[in-house]
C-alpha cells in the first residue's frame, strides 16, 4: 500500500521550511545585534551627561554657596528688626510694605512673609501668595516649619525657585518672639539667576554632542510640587515619581508622526545641604531617529532578497501543490451544504493523511453537536428557573430591607421636632429646609422651649444613611438628658455634657467609635432678646441690614478627639429683624452648576442676604429651588438641614 503523505511533507520536499528558517535565524540575529548596539550607545550617551551634569551641578552649588554669605547676614539682621515689630504690632494687620522700606528692603527682589502657626501666609508683601496653606501645598513642610517653630532659631535655606513666578530665590526663617509666627524672607538676586541661566544653558547644549539626544533639562524640585515649566500631565506625573522615589524613571513620549522611537527619563541627582528642596532632577529626551535610518537600510537589503526568496519559493510550491487542490475543493463543496438546521450531512472525502483525518474528525463532531443540541433546550429552561427563583429571592431580601429602612425613618421623623412647634415659639418666620441624602439622615435639628427660654440647633452627624441615623438618635438623646438634668447651663457647658455622654457610650474597654457630630447650638432668651450660641465645627450667621455677623465655631467635634477643650459660650444681643441662620454643611458642599462644582459657604451667604427681605416660607422655598437647580441632574453629595428663625 502507498504510503500517503501530509500537506507538510509535500512542502518539506521542497525545502519551503528550512530555507525560510535559516534565513529567519540570520535576519534576526542580525538585526537583534543592531538593535543592542544602538541600547547601548544611547545608555553610553546618557551616562556621559549624567556624569557631566554632576559635576556642573558640583561647580554651581559651590558657587551658589559662596554667594549666599553675603545675603545671610542682612537676612539674619532684617529677621531680628521683624521680631521686635511684631512684639508691638499684630502680624495680620502690620504694614509690612512700610517696613520692607524701612529696612532698606529691595521691594522688587525681597519679600516678607508671615506664617502662623497653622502653616498659612497670613501677611506679606508678595501678594500673590497672600493666604498661601503649605499643608496642602505639600506634606514635607510640615515637619519643617514644625521644626523651626520647636528650635526658635535662625534658620536659611540653599537658593531655589520660586513656585508661583519660577524666579530663583534664597529664604531664612525665624520666628517671633512670642512663637506665634515665623518671618520667612525671600531675596532674589540677579547674580544667583545668572549663575543659574549659564548651569541651564551649559546643560540644555549637552544634547549637541550626542547624536541620539535631543532635549536635556534641569530642575530643581520638591516632593509633591510640579515644576511650572513642564505643562504636558504625563511628564508632570513621572517628574513627580522620580523625586518622591529618588530613582530614574523612563516613560514613553513617542511621537507617532515622528519615525524614530522617543523616551523621556528622568534622572534624580541630590541636592546639597538644602532643607526644603528634595533635590535636582534631569530630564532627559532621546530620539534613536539616527540609528532607526541604519535599521531601516538594513531591513531595506533583507527586505529585497526575502522577497526574491518569497517568489521563487512560492512558484515552486504552486507547481508541486496543484495535486492536492482537487481533494481540497471537494471537500469545500461538500461544508456548503452543512447548516445548523441539517446537522446529518456527513463527508467522505479520501487524498492526503490530513484530509482523511478531517472527514473522520468532522462526521464525529457532527454526531456530537447533534446530541447536544437535543439536549440544549432542556437545560436553558433548567437554568431559567434556577434565575428566576434567585431573583425572587433577591427582590424579597431587597423588600425587606427598604421596609426596615423606612420604619428607620418614621423612628427618626418622630424624634425631631414639628417646624410648628418652633414657630410657636418665634413667629411664622421662623423655618427648617430639611432634605436627607438617602431615607434616613446623619443631619438633624432639635429644639426645646424650658419657660422663657428657647434651645434649637442643628447638628450633622458622623456618615449619613443608616450609620449616620443611628448616630443622630444617640445625640439627640444626649441632648435631652444633658438639658434635663440642668436647664440652668449655657451653650458651652451643656455642649460639654453632651461630648462626655456621647464619648462615654462610643468608648469602650476594648473598641473605641471615633464617631460625633458637628453642631450649631444656640440658647434664646425671650424677656432679654440675648442669644447664647456655642458651635463645634459651623459656625453662625446673623444677617442685620446689610450687615452679616458670622461667628467662628470651636474647631472640633463632639465626640472622642485629640486635644479636646471646653466648648466657648458666645452671648449675642439681638435686633429686631435679626435673621438667625443655622445650617450643617451639606448645602454649601453639594456639587452641581454648569462645573460640577461645589456650591461654597460665600454663595450661600449672598443667596441668603439677597433674600433675607422675604418670609420664612418664602426663603425656604427660595433654598429649596436654589438647591436643586443647582444639583440638577447630579446625585446629592450629603444631608441638608438649614434652619432659619427671624426676631420680630
Avoid at 556621559?48 to 554632576?54: A, C, G, L, S, Y
Avoid at 548651569?199 to 535631543?214: G, H, P, T, V, Y
Avoid at 436647664?487 to 460625633?516: F, P, W
Amino acid at each position: 500500500m502507498k504510503t500517503k503523505r501530509s500537506i507538510l511533507q509535500q512542502l518539506l520536499v521542497n525545502i519551503l521550511v528550512p530555507v525560510l528558517l535559516i534565513f529567519s535565524i540570520v535576519f534576526y540575529l542580525t538585526y537583534q545585534y543592531n538593535l543592542d548596539k544602538v541600547e547601548s550607545d544611547i545608555a553610553q550617551q546618557k551616562k556621559n551627561i549624567v556624569e557631566e551634569t554632576r559635576n556642573l551641578i558640583e561647580y554651581y552649588d559651590f558657587s551658589m554657596r559662596t554667594h549666599e554669605q553675603s545675603l545671610i547676614q542682612r537676612m539674619h539682621d532684617a529677621s531680628k528688626e521683624i521680631q521686635f515689630v511684631l512684639k508691638n504690632q499684630n502680624a495680620k494687620s502690620v504694614d509690612l510694605v512700610n517696613l520692607q522700606h524701612a529696612l532698606g528692603m529691595d521691594s522688587s527682589r525681597e519679600d516678607i512673609y508671615l506664617i502662623d502657626r497653622n502653616l498659612r501666609i497670613i501677611n506679606t508683601t508678595f501678594k500673590p501668595d497672600l493666604g498661601l496653606d503649605f499643608k496642602k501645598l505639600n506634606q514635607t513642610f510640615i515637619p519643617f516649619f514644625n521644626k523651626i517653630f520647636e528650635t526658635k532659631t535662625f534658620k536659611e535655606d540653599r537658593f531655589g525657585l520660586e513656585i508661583k513666578t519660577g524666579k530663583i530665590k534664597k529664604y531664612s526663617y525665624q520666628t517671633s518672639f512670642d512663637g506665634r509666627h515665623i518671618i520667612e524672607l525671600g531675596f532674589y538676586s540677579k547674580s544667583a539667576d545668572e549663575f543659574k541661566q549659564l548651569l541651564l544653558s551649559k546643560i540644555r547644549s549637552l544634547n549637541k554632542r550626542f547624536e541620539a539626544i535631543d532635549r536635556v533639562e534641569l530642575y530643581l524640585g520638591v516632593k509633591e510640587i510640579v515644576d511650572i515649566s513642564i505643562k504636558d500631565p504625563k511628564l508632570q506625573k513621572a517628574y513627580l515619581q522620580c523625586l518622591d522615589q529618588e530613582k530614574n524613571i523612563i516613560i514613553d513620549t513617542d511621537n507617532p508622526a515622528s519615525r524614530g522611537e522617543e523616551f523621556t527619563e528622568f534622572v534624580f541627582l541630590p541636592v546639597l545641604e538644602s532643607k526644603l528642596y528634595s533635590g535636582y532632577v534631569l530630564e532627559l529626551g532621546t530620539n534613536d531617529l539616527p540609528y532607526q535610518n541604519l535599521i531601516d537600510d538594513l531591513l531595506l537589503r533583507f527586505g529585497i532578497v526575502f522577497l526574491l526568496t518569497v517568489i521563487i519559493l512560492t512558484t515552486i510550491v504552486y507547481f508541486r501543490s496543484r495535486k492536492l487542490t482537487k481533494p481540497i475543493q471537494e471537500l469545500a463543496r461538500k461544508t456548503e451544504t452543512i447548516s445548523t438546521e441539517n446537522l446529518d450531512q456527513t463527508i467522505e472525502i479520501t487524498g492526503s493523511l490530513e484530509l482523511d483525518l478531517l472527514s473522520k474528525n468532522f462526521n464525529s463532531m457532527m454526531q456530537k453537536l447533534r446530541h447536544s443540541y437535543e439536549n440544549l433546550e432542556e437545560k436553558v429552561v433548567e437554568r431559567t428557573q434556577e434565575l428566576q427563583e434567585q431573583k425572587l429571592i433577591v427582590e424579597s431580601k431587597n423588600h425587606e430591607i427598604v421596609e426596615s429602612i423606612q420604619y428607620a425613618r418614621f423612628i427618626q421623623q418622630a424624634l425631631l421636632p414639628l417646624e410648628s412647634e418652633i414657630q410657636e415659639s418665634f413667629d411664622e418666620n421662623a423655618f427648617v429646609y430639611y432634605a436627607p441624602k438617602d431615607i434616613i439622615a446623619g443631619d438633624f435639628f432639635w429644639f426645646e422651649k424650658r419657660n422663657t427660654i428657647s434651645w434649637f440647633a442643628v447638628a450633622d452627624c458622623t456618615g449619613h444613611g443608616v450609620p449616620g441615623a443611628m448616630v443622630s438618635v444617640l445625640c439627640i438623646n444626649a441632648l435631652h438628658q444633658s438639658l434635663a438634668s440642668d436647664e440652668n447651663r449655657n451653650t458651652g457647658e451643656l455642649l460639654n455634657h453632651v461630648r462626655e455622654l456621647v464619648v462615654q457610650t462610643l468608648t469602650k474597654e476594648a473598641r473605641s467609635v471615633k464617631d460625633g457630630m458637628d453642631i450649631s447650638l444656640a440658647r434664646f432668651d425671650h424677656e432679654t432678646n440675648v442669644l447664647q450660641w456655642t458651635g463645634a465645627n459651623n459656625p453662625l450667621w446673623i444677617f442685620r441690614g446689610e450687615e452679616i455677623l458670622a461667628t467662628s465655631p470651636d474647631k472640633q467635634p463632639v465626640g472622642q478627639f485629640d486635644g479636646a477643650k471646653p466648648f466657648t459660650t458666645h452671648e449675642i444681643q439681638l435686633q429686631e429683624n435679626d435673621w438667625i441662620i443655622l445650617f450643617s454643611d451639606g448645602y454649601a458642599d453639594q456639587f452641581g452648576g454648569p462645573k460640577n462644582k461645589k456650591y461654597k459657604y460665600a454663595t450661600f451667604k449672598d443667596f441668603i442676604q439677597a433674600h433675607k427681605d422675604k418670609s420664612g416660607l418664602e426663603l425656604k422655598a427660595c433654598l429649596k429651588e436654589e438647591f436643586e437647580a443647582w444639583k440638577g441632574q447630579h446625585e446629592q453629595t450629603d444631608d441638608v438641614c438649614v434652619m432659619g428663625i427671624k426676631l420680630v
